[in-house]
């Protein structure tokens, strides 16, 4: 009779946006693999359907084994409901690695939980540092990484950062960049959206916006920019897809600019928006995953923030750091012909192969884990 062993069970956490298609392509490819068995965990930190839904529908992975609603809140709240709630999971599913994505304020939470109840933690975009702490995410980063037992980086410097931070050197991983497999893997059927051609503005011609981040839209900034895309808006159309935050904040502050010169939507699903950035002239963010997302394509990127955790996405890729100032975006047409022809390349291991990369490193962990001690005393035979 042969010893049946079971399947490593990989417990996945998911709860905003970008969250998914980081996470996403690890998950197929636990499943894909004998031996291992992924279980998915969304804990409803963004809920709508644009918000949500659409990218679970997109990306064709199925319903959550586990959804926690713990819907918005301050961050207090927030990290506490996820807390309360993810952790009756995890005791009951006992997995054997809980594994989170990037710095969101569930990703704290499930790494705290899981690493309190002794279950090792694996970080997918470890070691990312914008060095400003007045942004939630760095928090959410430093923590994060030092409850981790896997670090995986996708670019060069998380190593230095993570090594500058005394974590162990030999739970550091360069895998790549799991949010670009899912560019690969989707790329023609991003190619295959026209919504540019719906919004009826020209491929290659038009700007992407994209502003969500509280240091810009919880303060008067956010009307300094609107004003400063309404300028630039007369030759340059402009799109932007709105986050329910941003959208909220342009309504108290009683700003809502002309639609001949920028376009608001809804936030867009998936395909949609990368179709939308992948045929732009170019794009304004405060994003992180855009910076990444264009450097990738090859597109230029302009982004509204005083620091970035992704510079290399300046070092060797398309994006600008404008900083913290919207009158910037006066320069933008300028900046797009100066920034015409300039090289560009994408960062190692960005190149749709790093979920397999994730995974084989999980399996040597947790192999090595299951591994009997070496008997204390040797036999005699
Ligand atoms: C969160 C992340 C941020 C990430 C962003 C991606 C933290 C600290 N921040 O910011 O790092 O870049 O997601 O979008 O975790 N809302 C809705 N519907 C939703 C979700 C949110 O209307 O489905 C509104 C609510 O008014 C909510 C606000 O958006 O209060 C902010 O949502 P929240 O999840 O707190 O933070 P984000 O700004 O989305």
Redesign the pocket.
């Known amino acids: 009779m042969t010893d049946v062993v079971d399947p490593y069970r990989v417990l996945c956490v998911v709860?905003?946006?970008?969250n998914f298609m980081k996470t996403v392509p690890v998950v197929r490819e636990l499943a894909a693999r004998d031996g291992f068995e992924p279980i998915l965990v969304h804990t409803g930190?963004?809920?709508?359907a644009g918000?949500?839904t659409v990218f679970f529908e997109e990306l064709g992975v199925g319903a959550p084994d586990h959804l926690l609603g713990v819907g918005?809140?301050s961050?207090a709240v927030?990290t506490a409901r996820v807390m309360e709630r993810i952790e009756p999971v995890i005791e009951a599913e006992r997995p054997d690695l809980v594994l989170v994505p990037?710095?969101?304020?569930?990703?704290l939470a499930a790494a705290l939980v899981a690493a309190k109840l002794q279950i090792p933690v694996g970080h997918l975009e470890a070691g990312l540092r914008s060095f400003d702490r007045t942004m939630?995410?760095e928090l959410?980063r430093i923590l994060t990484d030092q409850l981790s037992d896997l670090l995986f980086i996708h670019s060069p410097e998380a190593r230095d950062n993570l090594l500058r931070e005394n974590v162990d050197g030999h739970a550091i991983h360069a895998v790549g960049n799991t949010m670009i497999d899912t560019l690969v893997a989707m790329r023609g059927r991003i190619d295959a959206t026209d919504l540019a051609g719906r919004l009826g503005v020209e491929a290659g011609r038009y700007l992407v916006v994209t502003l969500?981040?509280?240091a810009l839209v919880d303060t008067p900034l956010l009307a300094d920019a609107i004003r400063a895309l309404e300028q630039i808006g007369t030759d340059l159309p402009i799109v932007f897809p709105c986050?329910?935050?941003t959208r909220?904040r342009m309504a108290s502050l009683g700003v809502s600019p002309s639609p001949e010169r920028v376009q608001l939507t809804d936030p867009l699903g998936y395909l949609d928006f990368l179709g939308l950035v992948a045929h732009a002239r170019a794009v304004l963010t405060d994003?992180?995953g855009i910076q990444e997302e264009t450097t990738f394509l090859g597109v230029p990127c302009f982004t509204l923030r005083d620091n970035t955790e992704r510079p290399v996405t300046c070092e060797i890729g398309t994006n600008v750091l404008l900083g913290l100032a919207p009158e910037r975006i006066l320069e933008v047409p300028a900046l797009i012909e100066e920034r015409a022809g300039v090289t560009h390349r994408a960062p190692d291991g960005w190149d749709g192969h790093a979920a397999v990369r994730v995974v084989d490193v999980i399996d040597r962990f947790l192999t090595d884990a299951r591994v009997p001690a070496a008997p204390a005393v040797a036999y005699q035979t």
């Open positions: 709860g905003a946006r970008p930190q963004h809920y709508d918000m949500s918005s809140g961050h927030q990037g710095d969101v304020n569930s990703t939630p995410e959410n969500h981040r509280p986050h329910p935050r909220a994003s992180g």
